[in-house]
């Protein structure tokens, strides 16, 4: 039997990107979120005695890597090489072996894969040979051989056969389509476990014979990357399925959540519905701070309120209050109002006056999306002065279009207001 963690994609030091509100506390604290994560994971190598660590590529984000976060890998590995832990590692499209400081010395027991051809590395144990580790590294970033080919048993195996790499199975989805290969490919090659990296979403994509995995990235970097974030926990028993557990390492999680606010009319509740929707979703994550962003639905009297210009920033204020103090923070990056007013529309179209008109002219635009174009073609007749047109120019069509939505429920509020 063999136990070992397999991460991959560190992406130590990476400048974190995509937030409405950074401020100068929050960028260093992201920062130091991709090293605490790797901590963890060293930490929970130690704590569960593993057999060896795996680290599947893009263990750095940049080419240009610095030195603290080089020296700072090194130390955590020296760790396990104290306790005789091997680590084998390969390098990624971020981190290409060409991008290492050459006088980077490696602790003992730390095998980094070369990039000029498929290798292996038997771990032992008592004596025994238990593993063979194979791998190669990416010497550059324009990785573009078909490296699955080469990966060949050798003669004489060891009890399991684990191969180490960096690529994209099916399609690539989200990530540059770097080294892909094909499940069919991977599978008649006799390999035990394929530790994978590249793709940052955990995911097992064959769980036996072989087994083939993700382990996604340890910590988020952005709204891409949303959820928990971890490493797996791998067991390998002969005549027995692998377990493969994920352990979740994030330190701060980026997450979506919708706040349903129907029948909510006190701003004094306001709040509490906020944090009840995002406990529903991060709930179950101990030890870990959220960065949030709220989309506010449904049907509810504080509908004009929340629209009024300035609220949600007032709301975003008031949420945020005292929050980075905190080690575990809940920080909210942006309100998206998805309100509606507490009104039934429907009934108020039916009547025959000002208000079902607005309405049903309204709907007429939805409903056509020339018609949009139409509208915009002629506001654009209307402003006859320069400054005017210029400023019309400066919005995406989108943008015309979410301004349009704002005016219809500005309009249809303070006509509800008239009629009460
Ligand atoms: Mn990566």
Redesign the pocket.
């Given at each position: 039997m063999i136990k070992f963690i397999h991460t991959g994609?560190l992406?130590l030091d990476t400048p974190f990107k995509g937030l409405s509100n950074v401020n100068r506390e929050l960028a260093g604290r992201l920062k130091d979120a991709t090293f605490k994560s790797f901590r963890k994971i060293i930490n929970l190598c130690i704590d569960e005695d593993v057999d060896f660590l795996l680290i599947t590529g893009?263990i750095f984000d940049s080419e240009i890597q610095s030195l603290a976060a080089q020296l700072g890998f090194v130390k955590e590995l020296e760790k396990l090489s104290k306790r005789g832990i091997p680590t084998y590692m390969i390098c990624?499209n971020?981190d290409p072996l060409n991008s290492w400081m050459e006088e980077l010395k490696l602790p003992e027991n730390v095998f980094r894969f070369g990039a000029s051809e498929v290798e292996y590395f038997t771990f032992e144990k008592d004596g025994k040979p238990l593993a063979d580790i194979y791998g190669i590294s990416y010497g550059t970033k324009n990785e573009n051989r078909n490296l699955v080919d080469a990966y060949v048993r050798k003669e004489n195996p060891a009890h399991f056969s684990i191969a180490l790499l960096h690529g994209t199975i099916g399609s690539a989805g989200a990530h540059e389509n770097y080294v892909p290969f094909r499940l069919e490919d991977v599978k008649r090659k006799g390999f035990d476990y394929w530790a994978l990296?590249?793709i940052?979403k955990h995911h097992v994509v064959h769980p036996a014979h072989p087994a083939i995995v993700y382990p996604g990235?340890p910590q988020g970097r952005d709204f891409g990357e949303t959820g928990q974030r971890g490493c797996y926990m791998v067991t390998l028993n002969e005549n027995q399925a692998p377990e493969i557990t994920f352990i979740p390492t994030q330190f701060i999680s980026f997450e979506e959540v919708v706040a349903d606010l129907s029948s909510l009319d006190s701003i004094g509740e306001l709040s509490s519905r906020i944090h009840d929707a995002v406990q529903e979703i991060t709930g179950n994550q101990q030890n870990s701070a959220g960065i949030i962003r709220v989309t506010l639905s449904g049907r509810t009297a504080l509908h004009g309120l929340l629209h009024r210009p300035g609220e949600t920033e007032n709301l975003l204020k008031m949420l945020n209050e005292g929050q980075l103090q905190q080690e575990y923070f809940t920080l909210f990056d942006r309100i998206v109002l998805q309100t509606l007013p507490d009104a039934d529309l429907d009934e108020m179209k039916e009547a025959n006056d000002f208000t079902a008109e607005i309405l049903k002219s309204f709907d007429n635009l939805n409903a056509v999306p020339e018609k949009y174009q139409e509208l915009f073609h002629q506001l654009e007749q209307e402003f006859g002065s320069q400054p005017a047109k210029r400023e019309l120019d400066d919005f995406s069509y989108e943008e015309k279009k979410e301004i349009l939505e704002n005016a219809r429920w500005l309009l249809v509020d303070q006509l509800i207001k008239d009629k009460s």
């Open positions: 994609d992406h893009d990624g971020h990296g590249h940052h990235n």
